[in-house]
């Protein structure tokens, strides 16, 4: 499964009143890894960012000057997110401007480019209700370090939100991702080795090793909302 983690700065906070994107960062995920097949650039919107947006920004009408126009990149972005389930925090907002400028060169909605798009904001609220679920809060909830986000840019915060996402939707087949293996072909010989019971060595948990896993089923009891699997009773030996 192809994921896009995308977000996007601005000159402003209404692509109807002519605002513009500055800049685009987009981080890709596969089967829940991060690829490092980002995409990153920065538009000239041939026009200054209002003052408010500037401030959380940072990037200045001199720096984007020679910087590509939308029009520039447009297929480039179409190609990378083809197919692919975009994720985005607060997504109306990103989506109304990407459509926009869209629109502007005469293309479909960026919707109708992609599989799917999926809201973390609406998940967060969903997870978290009555709480605070901006990427900072989230980042603070869980554990991610945002220490180095002075400013906003697009490509950073795209990759906050992709760990924030990970962190989100871990749930339980998480503890199991990284122990598939590949199926052993037809042909393949299979030699099964039995150790009789009275030779195997029990390591019990020490008191550290409990409370640690204590603390993990904790974790994701919080996250289930409820008692996960492994708090379960065994079932009595017949």
């Not at 969903?126 to 991610?144: F, T």
């Not at 915060?157 to 072909?185: C, F, H, K, W």
Request: net charge negative; charged share 25%; glycine share 6%.
């Amino acid at each position: 499964m192809r994921q896009i983690v995308l977000d996007t700065e601005t000159t402003g906070l209404n692509p109807r009143s002519g605002d513009r994107i500055i800049e685009i960062g987009c981080v890709e995920i596969v089967n829940r890894r991060l690829t490092g097949n980002n995409f990153h650039l920065y538009i000239n919107p041939e026009r200054d960012s209002e003052e408010g947006a500037l401030a959380v920004h940072g990037l200045t009408t001199e720096f984007l000057s020679d910087k590509p126009k939308f029009a520039e990149i447009a297929a480039e972005l179409r190609d990378y997110v083809r197919g692919a389930e975009i994720i985005i925090h607060n997504a109306p907002f990103d989506l109304a401007f990407l459509d926009a400028e869209f629109e502007r060169l005469g293309l479909p909605r960026f919707k109708e480019h992609v599989d799917s798009v999926t809201d973390t904001l609406v998940q967060a609220k969903e997870l978290h209700p009555g709480k605070r679920n901006s990427l900072d809060a989230l980042c603070d909830r869980y554990g991610i370090s945002n220490a180095h986000r002075v400013l906003h840019g697009a490509l950073l915060d795209a990759e906050l939100l992709a760990e924030v996402y990970l962190a989100m939707t871990r749930g339980q087949n998480s503890l199991t991702i990284d122990l598939t293996v590949d199926a052993p072909s037809a042909d393949a010989e299979q030699i099964i080795v039995a150790t009789p019971a009275e030779e195997m060595i029990v390591l019990a948990a020490d008191e550290s090793e409990l409370a640690e896993h204590s603390t993990l089923l904790d974790k994701l009891d919080k996250e289930v909302k409820g008692s996960c699997i492994w708090r379960a009773e065994p079932a009595p030996a017949n």
